[in-house]
């Protein structure tokens, strides 16, 4: 109907401050992020202050209203984080927090300079997109390792960073087998990080590269064999380095 293609609802109103401080783009988006953070707090508010004030955003819904993809949306996360408006989650992109306050301080900044200092602080340099790409990836895939040991878990996202780091690239099944490999090798702490460090070290996508190796490196200390029990040792092999 007429009234569904005029409603406000098919509009988005962007300060034009916002547009001189943050960039069109990222103008844009805080306006719609408004909409979204305005209807979490009137369905969700308890929940939210639960969580510290986090919130989970549909990237999805955000591209389809603004037209920004998932990495400029990152990059608009990056901008607004830098003014100190925003946190995202590091180990979930799809997370953060937002501080109207400051940003209530910075739509009634009146001094030019402060304004100035505002706006470079929020420029991303175009040799930024594909850094702020990869890192909403990292952050995508890491959403996806469920882990309740703290300390694996961030083994785990030390390991996407490493993989990453070298050139190479995951996926959240690749992900997923991974976590699940290493699991189902042993329920030893230590023999868990010890895996995952090893396919941190050498680059390995696939655990079971990361497991042959340790059992090749340990082969002489059944004690190391995760849930294996040692067969006619009562000591550890000082030899072996661990």
């Known amino acids: 109907m007429l009234i569904d293609i005029m409603s406000q609802y098919n509009y988005i109103n962007v300060s034009v401050k916002l547009i001189e401080v943050l960039g069109l783009h990222t ?36 591209a389809k209203r603004t037209g920004l993809t998932a990495p400029e949306q990152a990059l608009c996360d990056k901008a607004l984080s830098a003014v100190g408006v925003m946190c995202v989650d590091k180990a979930d992109a799809n997370r953060m927090s937002l ?3 400051v940003m209530e301080s910075i ?13 470079k602080l929020a420029k991303a340099k175009r040799s930024d997109a594909k ?10 895939l890491k959403s996806v390792v469920i882990e309740p040991d703290k300390q694996i878990a961030a083994a785990i996202f030390d390991w996407i960073d490493a993989i990453y780091a070298s050139g190479n690239f995951l996926t959240k099944p690749a992900v997923e087998a991974f976590v699940k490999t290493v699991s189902g ?8 990080l010890k895996v995952i460090e090893l396919a ?9 590269w990361a497991i042959n190796m340790y059992r ?17 040792t009562t000591a550890v092999d000082t030899d072996t380095a661990f």
């Open 27 to 62: 103008a844009v988006y805080w306006s719609e992020l408004m909409c979204v953070y305005a209807r979490v707090i009137n369905k969700k508010y308890d929940e939210t202050v639960a969580s510290n004030g986090f919130f989970e955003l549909d990237r999805e819904y955000i």
């Open 99 to 101: 501080d109207l306050r």
């Open 107 to 119: 739509m009634t900044q009146d001094d030019p300079k402060e304004l100035e200092k505002l706006a």
């Open 131 to 140: 850094a702020a790409k990869q890192e909403m990836i990292k952050r995508n």
């Open 185 to 192: 090798f042993s329920d030893r702490k230590d023999v868990r």
């Open 200 to 208: 941190m070290i050498h680059g390995y996508k696939d655990a079971a």
């Open 216 to 232: 090749k490196d340990y082969k002489s200390n059944p004690t190391f064999f995760g849930t294996t029990p040692a067969v006619g």
